[in-house]
């Protein structure tokens, strides 16, 4: 009898932000992973600062922000994929995410395609699409609109990805994203993806909610409502 290789099984967090409460969006991340039965969580876009929120600090990715999420994943055995702001070694900021497994960071990605204004007024863009080997899996990160560019996911594919883990910001006039473009391009490319996106309001945005986890032939696992947190997991 042949038997199933397991597949890995990713967490999206859907929640409020607290901006610039860094202490108190690790608190809140460390409860998360506490709570959640799951290889890998993902949070939403730029996570330990908040997104619109101004001007914000540049991050040391090895530093005590990673030193805080990295004991978490000791603790309790759960990846976890967080967005935040990345200092450059040349100076300048990041829209960055990081991916952090048993202690150790298993891969850092920049994004790419910036949104507008809130984010070309403040972020230096990334250019590559890095994959990771997470657990037995090829797995790529993307942030928020990366994901609705067809080429950012396919150039994960073909370079061995697995998993497209998506920490974003998405704003509530654009629930297609959720619905259609994510996974159209889950389908396309061969892929699964897990889209961590925030709900409520931060600023002068509204926030879509609707994170969700879909399979490489484009079905919905799982899907949040627009509004409220949530925390949802599926074997990908």
């Known amino acids: 009898m042949s038997v199933r290789a397991r597949g890995l099984r990713v967490a999206v967090w859907q929640c409020g932000s607290l901006p610039g409460d860094i202490a108190g969006n690790l608190a809140r991340l460390a409860t998360a992973a506490e709570r959640v039965d799951a290889d ?23 530093g005590p922000e990673f030193a805080a999420v990295a004991e978490v994943t000791r603790r309790t055995g759960v990846a976890i994929a967080y967005g935040y702001p990345e200092a450059l ?15 150790t960071s298993v891969g850092r ?22 994959v990771f080997e997470l657990r037995g899996r090829t797995v790529g990160m993307l942030i928020c609109f990366d994901v609705e560019h067809p080429e950012a996911v396919r150039a994960l594919a073909t370079a ?7 920490p974003t ?68």
């Open 40 to 62: 890998v969580l993902v949070t939403p876009e730029m996570f330990l600062t908040g997104y619109d929120v101004g001007a914000v600090p540049g991050l040391d990715p090895a």
């Open 89 to 103: 070694p040349g100076g300048g900021i990041a829209n960055a995410a990081q991916l952090v497994d048993g202690g």
């Open 109 to 130: 990605y920049r994004k790419a395609h910036l949104f507008g204004d809130l984010d070309a007024t403040r972020f230096a863009p990334g250019s590559d699409f890095p």
């Open 160 to 166: 061995g990805a697995e998993v497209v883990l998506v």
């Open 169 to 236: 910001a998405n704003m509530a006039e654009y629930p297609t994203v959720s619905t259609a473009l994510v996974p159209a391009h889950a389908r396309e490319a061969g892929v699964a993806i897990a889209y961590a996106n925030y709900s409520g309001t931060e600023g002068a945005l509204d926030y879509a909610g609707l994170s969700t986890i879909v399979g490489p032939d484009g079905s919905a696992l799982v899907l949040a409502a627009a509004d409220g947190e949530a925390l949802l997991a599926a074997e990908v």
